[in-house]
């Protein structure tokens, strides 16, 4: 059957496991049959004769055999001519391990190591370059890179002529290694450790001769090995290489993870389990330990990271027995047996579809304690698997992922515990596909043996059962499982594990929560239920994702727990003080928060975007860049304003700044004067917030913090802040926090010196000033403050958003001048590629379908819904275009109804119909109707840490009764899903209305369509403008306008858009000209 299919080197190993394991009777005539076909690759020429040909393939032959401890010199077969092998032997060993193959991932794997890998490559190649003794143990949790690790150092070596001789105590870890054998298989370690033990090899064997050539020797999986394999390998060592060092002064790198499974010890109790481990060995005290923490498997779910380094750690809180919570978001009910379907199903869906797919193969696998077990689960997946049964014992199928029982040939990767698929069937052999490692996708011939019962198998005699080496492995032991990476892992649980490390192996196979699940059948404990408490001992949801080890206590955890609530509810004014809570303990407030303020700033993740935006400027960003950066190196007070229309880059610059400056250990504060503004910068806040500026500007008020406070220190800390988005903000803002800086930094000059980086664009929307006249907005700017004498504007002005249209971009920039051609009462003409005719209120649909194109195509599409909005003037014409917008969206509607009250209203003046009818701009409707996957906006600032502030779009995934999961759709917090609760809120006290009102419901509302002031500081490619009426306030029809991105992809509608004496569409562009004069003004004073 192998002959048929033509692979030699497979049939050669298969001749070579037949002659172990089948006992032929007619050796000399299969040699002779198979002759032919087992050297189909062995190079011809004039050069190679026929004998040298006969006594390579013997030769190779008996290499395998060798492994087992057999000879060729055992069968029936021509024997290798005199002088062959000695000449092939003592060079075999060596060139082995130079002709290894080198891949260039491996070679320049060192350009990508992170810092901790980096740090032992370097100290490690030191000592081998150096030649000294030494013993390395790299130690990392599972997925910290350690295999990436030895691989680079294998490959940079290797590279360089040097021999680094590969192993690992187990074969899988082994055949991760390029060249990599398994030690005891490498060193020829005994099984059995007598005192004084040696391995079985000679001084004038060609191992030694090899070993003495090494430059390093690697030894993976080493808390695996019990620690009189060392000592046996240290003493042999010692004495061939006549060296009294530790393993006779050799560099070895042993590596692993002491979380996972320790050394295997018949019956032993935990002392003789540890007793067994290397730690316990006199080598220990000459090991120095090189740390990988950086957890590169489960880098994209630091959640999950964390998790496990708490599992394997044993730190993660327990309850009796040393039961651990496991997350709900890994974890699945047991509800009977059908539960296992359902694991085998979250595992393996669609599995009909996937029968010859090897990838979806490699990365699924059920890992379970016991045997047992591994045969239930591997039987209900098989009669799930598609493809009709050939007639065997063992139930296959084609495509099945089978696992290797017995080491068959280690050097090409059939180690026991190799996983492989199958792919073609005979009566006694099986052609296999290797699933991973260093031989993955190579395809080997597996074939009947007989094969022994373990020693420990607890039977009375001994059994030997002739049959392929193999069983399905849909499901593994957990004892299995360890050395491999299961993207898609599930674990069953029947029973609790019972030995150290179990539990740990399983999880940390897994690269993340979201494709990891739990099944444990005893996995419910009726005093811990799951309903929410109110702080972290009683709820482990709030306190999962805290650090834990033997420093840290669970008094300090629910101190922390509460510091953070506490922190949150500070954000709105209020306390924890005020709550049925326990309260945090005395000190520990004070303790924390000084460094909180300062290490929250120095520990915000830096970009490489951002790091290497400098690159990139343009002209007119360069120079500010470098203006701005100089005023920060050289400390100088100064007052920055970055001016340039919408578009221009100005986020860009800031972003680029703040990564250069913080990545040289300088904390730059990130504020806006709006949320959504604040959002889109690394550890953006608003500046309100930031500096606790009051409300209501009284005369030389003051923001709400002292000089011992912790922000007081922060703003002396702070190298330079940024204030993006300045001219909304009133200029008594400004006024309050130059006061309060100079008082607070004993510094008379403006804001105490800082250098302030103020930003935004005067063509935008002004402050809000209630009913307030022309004069009175221009009033209120900066530029009307008497600190914007001291302010030097950087101009920013090729637009980046609009770059692939200029025609657009100069549009864009005259409309916000005020220099766009007007006819009367300032009516400019809407270019013809964007405007839209009003032919009746279907006008509106079509604007909808413009912007939403096949909209029931894109209801889960997070990219569709950012990039797509309306916006218009006023609420009234928000809340009409969502309704109809939300009615031709597909799906289920879900529908939330407000509780409406007053306060104090005593005698019920106030209907709850009537309060129901009305809809207050600052207030989320009565009657919320949402669907999955439609935009929302926030309301109400939430939790402006995480992005959750006034504006924020959403995107909704999942409704509950009083929760709604949403995806956050942009800023910096792209793509984060968070819970948004139901929460009272009252009406503005600019409503207009006699009472004040408190309506309870989701801070939200559809986002389809928007306000012209709550777009501001978004960019949408495609967005449409809806003008019932015309714009009524400055830079209203520009900052519309703005939010786009070009000509054809930007729509408007103006419902009084034409003019019977001129062609067109026409609306009201309304610009304070003076503004622009004052703007101008600080260069004239200098």
């Not at 430059?215 to 042999?236: L, Y």
């Not at 996983?419 to 069937?425: A, H, Y």
């Not at 840490?945 to 779009?953: A, P, S, V």
Request: hydrophobic share 40%.
């Amino acid at each position: 059957e192998a002959r048929s299919f033509r692979m030699p080197s497979a049939l050669r190993r298969l001749f070579a496991t037949i002659l172990l394991y089948c006992e032929p009777s007619g050796v000399r005539m299969l040699w002779e049959e198979n002759y032919p076909h087992m050297i189909e690759d062995y190079p011809s020429s004039s050069n190679v004769n026929s004998l040298y040909i006969m006594n390579k393939l013997l030769h190779d032959i008996n290499d395998i055999l060798q492994q087992h401890k057999r000879s060729i010199k055992e069968f029936d077969l021509p024997q290798i001519s005199e002088g062959f092998e000695d000449m092939r032997a003592i060079s075999d060993l060596i060139e082995h391990e130079l002709s290894i193959p080198i891949s260039d991932d491996d070679l320049y794997g060192s350009r990508v190591l992170n810092v901790g890998q980096l740090l032992a490559f370097d100290i490690i190649s030191e000592a081998i370059r150096q030649k000294h003794s030494a013993i390395f143990f790299v130690d990392g949790p599972g997925g910290t890179g350690k295999t990436f690790l030895y691989r680079t150092l294998l490959a940079n070596f290797r590279n360089d002529g040097c021999i680094i001789l590969a192993t690992a105590t187990s074969g899988i870890a082994a055949n991760l290694l390029p060249g990599g054998r398994t030690a005891h298989s490498k060193f020829k370690i005994p099984i059995k450790f007598e005192p004084m033990a040696m391995c079985h090899f000679s001084k004038q064997s060609d191992l030694c001769a090899l070993i003495i050539r090494a430059s390093a020797i690697i030894w993976d999986e080493a808390p695996m090995a019990n620690r009189k394999a060392f000592e046996t390998v240290d003493r042999t060592f010692r004495d061939m290489l006549g060296v009294d060092l530790p393993f006779g002064g050799k560099v070895m790198i042993l590596g692993g993870d002491f979380r996972q499974v320790l050394p295997v010890v018949i019956n032993g109790t935990k002392s003789q389990i540890i007793k067994a481990s290397i730690v316990e060995s006199s080598l220990w005290s000459s090991v120095k330990v090189l740390n990988l923490s950086e957890n590169m498997r489960a880098q994209h779910d630091p959640h999950f990271s964390d998790f496990l380094l708490r599992v394997g750690n044993g730190d993660e809180p327990t309850i009796e027995n040393d039961m651990i919570r496991i997350p709900d978001s890994m974890a699945m009910h047991w509800e009977g047996e059908n539960s296992i379907d359902e694991l085998i199903n979250a595992i393996f869906p669609d599995l009909s579809s996937h029968m010859y797919d090897t990838d979806y193969m490699e990365n699924r696998a059920i890992i379970t304690p016991l045997n047992d077990d591994v045969n239930k689960l591997n039987e209900k997946a098989i009669n799930a698997f598609p493809g009709n049964l050939p007639p065997h014992k063992l139930v296959l199928k084609k495509g099945s992922p089978i696992m290797l029982l017995r080491n068959i040939d280690p050097k090409i990767g059939l180690c026991n515990g190799t996983r492989l698929i199958c792919r073609r069937f005979g009566r006694n052999l099986i052609e296999a596909e290797i699933l991973a490692g260093q031989f993955k996708r190579m395809r080997v011939f597996l074939p009947r043996i007989p094969l022994k019962s373990a020693e420990d198998a607890k039977m009375p005699f001994e059994m030997i059962r002739r049959q392929f080496p193999i069983r399905l492995s849909f499901a593994l032991t957990i004892n299995k499982s360890q050395g491999q990476t299961i993207p898609n892992v599930g674990i069953y649980l029947p029973n609790h594990v019972f030995s150290h490390g179990q539990l740990y192996v399983a999880l940390s196979r897994g690269v993340s929560e979201r494709t990891t699940k739990v099944l444990a059948k005893k996995g419910t404990n009726h005093d811990h239920s799951v309903e929410l408490e109110c702080y972290g001992r009683r709820n482990p949801h709030m306190i999962e994702d805290y650090p834990s080890s033997s420093n840290v206590n669970s008094l300090y955890i629910m101190n922390k727990l509460l510091h953070d609530i506490n922190d949150i509810l500070q954000q709105h004014k209020r306390s924890i003080k005020e709550f049925d809570l326990p309260q945090i303990s005395e000190g520990f407030e004070d303790m924390r928060a000084i460094s909180d303020l300062i290490e929250h700033e120095l520990s915000i993740p830096i970009s490489d975007d951002d790091l290497y935006g400098s690159r990139v400027l343009n002209v007119g960003q360069l120079l500010a860049f470098d203006i701005i950066s100089e005023a920060i190196r050289q400390k100088h007070s100064a007052i920055f304003f970055v001016d340039g229309p919408g578009g221009t880059g100005k986020t860009f610059l800031y972003r680029t700044l703040l990564a250069n400056f913080r990545n040289d250990g300088c904390i730059i504060l990130a504020t806006a004067t709006s949320g959504i503004a604040a959002n889109l910068l690394p550890g953006g806040r608003t500046a309100h917030s930031k500096f606790k500026i009051p409300i209501k500007f009284e005369p030389m008020a003051m923001c709400h913090f002292s000089k011992q406070s912790d922000l007081c220190a922060l703003i002396i800390r702070a190298s330079a802040i940024i204030w993006d988005e300045a001219p909304m903000a009133n200029r008594k803002a400004f006024e309050t926090v130059d006061r309060t800086f100079r008082d607070m930094l004993g510094v008379d000059l403006p804001f105490g010196g800082k250098v302030m980086i103020l930003g935004g664009d005067f063509r935008q929307v002004l402050p809000v000033v209630i009913n307030g006249t022309k004069s009175q907005i221009i009033k209120a700017s900066i530029v009307e403050s008497s600190l914007w004498s001291s302010v030097k504007v950087l101009n920013l002005s090729e637009n980046m958003r609009a770059q692939h249209d200029p025609h657009f971009s100069d549009f864009l920039l005259r409309v916000g001048n005020g220099d766009e051609p007007t006819i009367e009462n300032d009516m400019i003409r809407i270019p013809d590629s964007m405007a839209m005719h009003w032919e009746g209120e279907n006008s509106i649909d079509e604007l909808i379908n413009a912007i939403f194109p096949d909209l029931s195509s894109h209801m889960y599409d997070t990219d569709y819904m950012e990039n797509r909005a309306i916006i218009t003037p006023l609420n009234d014409d928000v809340n009409k275009l969502n309704e109809k917008a939300i009615n031709a969206f597909p799906g289920e509607e879900v529908t939330y109804y407000s509780f409406d009250s007053v306060p104090d209203d005593t005698c019920n003046l106030y209907l709850p119909e009537f309060l129901n009818s009305i809809s207050p701009g600052n207030l989320p409707p009565h009657k919320l109707v949402l669907k999955k996957g439609s935009p929302i906006m926030l309301l109400r600032n939430i939790d402006p840490k995480i992005g959750l502030c006034n504006g924020t779009r959403l995107i909704c995934r999942r409704f509950g009764r009083n929760l709604i999961e949403a995806e956050i759709l942009a800023g910096q917090f792209k793509r984060m899903r968070v819970f948004l609760p139901r929460i009272p809120l009252k009406s503005a006290e600019d409503a207009k209305m006699p009472f004040e009102m408190i309506r309870r419901q989701f801070p939200i509302r559809l986002s389809f369509a928007l306000t012209i002031n709550k777009s501001q500081g978004q960019t949408i490619p495609n967005v449409g403008i809806y003008l019932p009426n015309h714009v009524f306030s400055h830079g209203q029809l520009y900052v519309a306008l703005s939010r786009g991105v070009s000509e054809r992809t930007t729509k408007v509608l103006a419902k009084k858009g034409t003019n019977h004496d001129h062609s067109g569409i026409y609306t009201k562009n309304v610009v304070f000209k003076e503004i622009f004069t004052k703007l101008r003004s600080p260069e004239d004073h200098r």
